[in-house]
Nanobody
Framework: QVQLVESGGRLVQTGGSLNISCIAS????????MGWFRQAPGKEREFVAV????????YYSESVKGRFTIARDNSRNTVFLQMNNLKFEDTAVYSC???????????????????WGQGTQVTVSS
């Protein structure tokens, strides 16, 4: 059974940093690109970052580029999202997802992913 479980979300002040993680089970993440999405209250879910299987290629949304870093540890079946210089508008539920595509693209879409976690809440106070 494929399962993705996020953790690490919490309340943080503007300008602060946070590292959230996603532990996968039921499959080997080394065989799949993995991504992060987020959904703020009243808004649609949006793409944040994606990483290919060997970590050579990474893409980010324009809103987080230069502040967020996606990483993976295939030996631990875990994906990470390091978030620096957090802004109030980064407040959202962050979810990791497994890609069903062989190749990743710069503006990944929800339809590129076939399994999702429940998400972890990140709240940035102003």
């Amino acid at each position: 059974q494929v399962q993705l479980v996020e953790s690490g979300g919490r309340l943080v002040q503007t300008g602060g940093s946070l590292n959230i993680s996603c532990i996968a089970s039921g499959f080997n993440i080394a065989d799949f690109p993995m991504g992060w999405f987020r959904q703020a209250p009243g808004k649609e879910r949006e793409f944040v970052a994606v990483i290919n299987g060997n970590s050579v290629i990474k893409y980010y949304s324009e809103s987080v580029k230069g502040r967020f870093t996606i990483a993976r540890d295939n030996s631990r079946n875990t994906v990470f999202l390091q978030m620096n210089n957090l802004k109030f508008e980064d407040t959202a539920v962050y979810s990791c997802a497994r890609s069903s595509k062989l190749y990743i693209r710069t503006n990944s879409r929800e339809s590129d992913f076939d399994s999702w976690g429940q998400g972890t809440q990140v709240t940035v106070s102003s």
